[in-house]
């Protein structure tokens, strides 16, 4: 296991920002997903051993979260939400600084910085100062910053922030490329459902600092409700009572698609008879796949 | 041969250390910066302008004869003693030197990083806070450093070449320790000085003026309160009042105030202690817990 803690908690002040956190993370890239506030930020840095928990115990890497942040740091590539950089410098000095920081001999920092700036694609404007760059470069440079010394493990805080739709897309490709080698995890801490659902195989929601899901994201889609797509004509009041006393979920889109998510056991023919019982006309059925989207919106419960 | 490798992520194969000295880069880095600033390098060779007089006057000393006509009745000035040293270490130009110096290149130390959020960077990589902060001190240290200790030892190799014999040396066996000393001593001082202002803003610029303001304002308190209560222990509340105290303990001469100079000494000791356990609040309060 990369990452293994139990019975988190953290508050800050009155406010608790983690109330029992347990989770194990393996192999491969794993989304971290909840809305604002959930506490995503707030357990990562306790990973990185910024913070230090009120209860709980924790492992990343094998290391202890509270004894041993410095074997953790050292393994462990960390790219901040914050636009984050140290004025005055340009790209690779300042990424071969951060390698050195890491504990890389000084040439070889730099020699890496540059390959990395390339990786990234800020191979050409690797001399100019980072105080010029535009977000999406800057937001590569935290990338290239976090890579710099070869990490085991990523953690990626919000990455794709701020960018615009081309931006995005490149640095998501760099983040499915890292992920994709074998001996790099990641853990990709995102409120963008897209995001996480492009990278990552494994997803642990989190909401109000309590982990509200956790597993394979295919897995979790099937396993824990059925969707289906219906079009009607007809009064949806009853028709609803009557399946959500059985213990399905309803939604009506704006173009009055009615969309139901039912248990796992569910029999989709009792939504044919709850619609004959409610006089209402079923027009349109299909089961339709389940998107992340729906899974985070049933987990945390919002629209 | 460079090896030819295809597009996309490499791992490297090298091995990462554990290092001493982990603070090095930073310190290195911060004075490379430092020196990209406007005006900061002709401001930095400005700074030796008194180090240069003084070696002059070290020379001209030991060939008083030749000098004659120009040194008449500046004999008393120009006797090379432990007094000559703490002029030099403890004048008011040089003190300003190192304040316009830490202004241009030590001001943005830390609030730069608190205004990029370049904190959590540094700290996300194997190193405490006292290893970033020792990062940052090493700046300041290496600037007060060439501009007290390195002179200073100068001026005292200077003067034992020109005279030709180690009887300067025999004669105050003591002053090469007094100039480490008290060129630690003020590096100490500068260095909190610098880095708590520098860790109280976001903003360089409020950090320059905070830097000067408590300085000289420290000088226009000791002014006003000698005024109404007539008191040389108005002196303690002046910083470059109380350096040279401590300056003229550590070499021996009198005291500019009649007040004991340990208690000067105390004083300084104490704002470094407290500018310590402030600085390091602020550098793990402001940027990693939100």
């Known amino acids: 296991m990369s990452i293994e803690l139990q019975n988190i908690h953290f508050s800050y002040g009155r406010v608790k920002a983690l109330n029992g956190v347990s989770l194990s993370i393996g192999e491969g890239a794993t989304g971290l997903l909840g809305p604002n506030g959930a506490g995503k930020s707030t357990l990562l840095k306790i990973m990185l051993g910024f913070l230090t928990p009120a209860e709980g115990q924790g492992k990343v890497l094998g290391y202890d979260v509270r004894t041993e942040q410095k074997f953790i740091r050292r393994l462990v590539g960390y790219m901040p939400e914050d636009e984050c950089f140290i004025p005055g410098m340009d790209a690779v000095t300042f990424t071969a600084l951060m390698g050195e920081l890491s504990g890389m001999p000084r040439q070889e920092a730099m020699k890496r910085a540059h390959e990395v700036l390339f990786y990234v694609g800020l191979g050409e404007s690797r001399y100019r100062l980072i105080d010029t760059y535009s977000a999406g470069m800057k937001q590569r440079l935290k990338l290239a910053q976090a890579l710099v010394h070869d990490p085991r493990l990523l953690f990626l805080d919000e990455p794709t922030s701020n960018l615009d739709p081309t931006g995005r897309q490149e640095i998501l490709e760099l983040i499915g490329e890292v992920a994709s080698i074998r001996d790099i995890r990641v853990l990709l801490s995102s409120h963008i459902l897209a995001d996480i659902e492009l990278i990552c195989d494994r997803v642990v929601i989190i909401n109000h600092g309590e982990i509200a899901a956790v597993g394979r994201i295919e897995d979790l889609k099937m396993i824990n409700y059925q969707l289906y797509e219906l079009k009607i004509k007809g009064e949806l009041d009853g028709f609803r009572k009557e399946l959500e006393a059985a213990g399905c979920r309803l939604e009506e889109t704006e173009d009055r698609l009615v969309k139901i998510y039912t248990p796992p056991d569910f029999d989709h023919k009792k939504i044919f008879v709850s619609a004959a019982r409610n006089q209402v006309q079923v027009r349109h059925f299909i089961r339709s796949r389940t998107s992340l989207e729906d899974l985070f919106a049933r987990v945390v419960g919002v629209d | ?290």
């Open chain 2, 1 to 290: 041969m460079a090896e030819v490798r295809e597009k996309g992520y490499h791992h490297w194969d090298g091995q990462l250390q554990e290092k001493s000295w982990v603070f090095w880069p930073i310190t290195r880095t911060g004075i490379k910066l430092a020196f990209q600033r406007k005006r900061f390098k002709f401001l930095f060779a400005c700074s030796f302008i008194p180090a240069i007089s003084f070696a002059v006057g070290v020379y001209i000393s030991e060939r008083l004869e030749d000098f004659k006509f120009m040194a008449q009745g500046a004999e008393r000035t120009l006797q090379v003693n432990p007094a000559f040293f703490k002029t030099y270490l403890s004048m008011d130009f040089i003190f300003f030197m190192i304040l316009l110096l830490m202004a241009l290149g030590g001001a943005g130390l830390i609030a730069d990083d608190f205004r990029h959020k370049a904190i959590q960077l540094y700290l996300a990589r194997p190193l405490t806070r006292l290893d970033y902060l020792l990062g940052k001190a090493g700046v300041v240290m290496f600037f007060v450093g060439l501009l007290t200790l390195v002179p200073a030892v100068v001026l005292l190799l200077l003067k034992l070449l020109f005279s030709g014999s180690f009887r300067f040396f025999l004669d105050y066996p003591w002053l090469l320790l007094s100039i480490i000393f008290y060129s630690a001593f003020l590096m100490l001082f500068f260095t909190c000085f610098v880095l708590l202002a520098s860790s109280l803003s976001r903003n360089r610029n409020y950090v320059i003026a905070l830097i000067f303001a408590t300085y000289y304002l420290s000088e226009i308190a000791r002014g006003i309160f000698y005024v109404i209560f007539r008191s040389p222990y108005s002196a303690l509340l002046s910083i470059p009042a109380n350096l040279q105290q401590v300056a003229a303990a550590f070499f021996q001469v009198k005291t500019p105030y009649a007040v004991p100079w340990h208690f000067s000494f105390l004083i300084i000791l104490s704002f470094c202690l407290l500018s310590y356990f402030l600085i390091k609040g602020k550098v793990r309060g402001v940027e990693v817990i939100r």
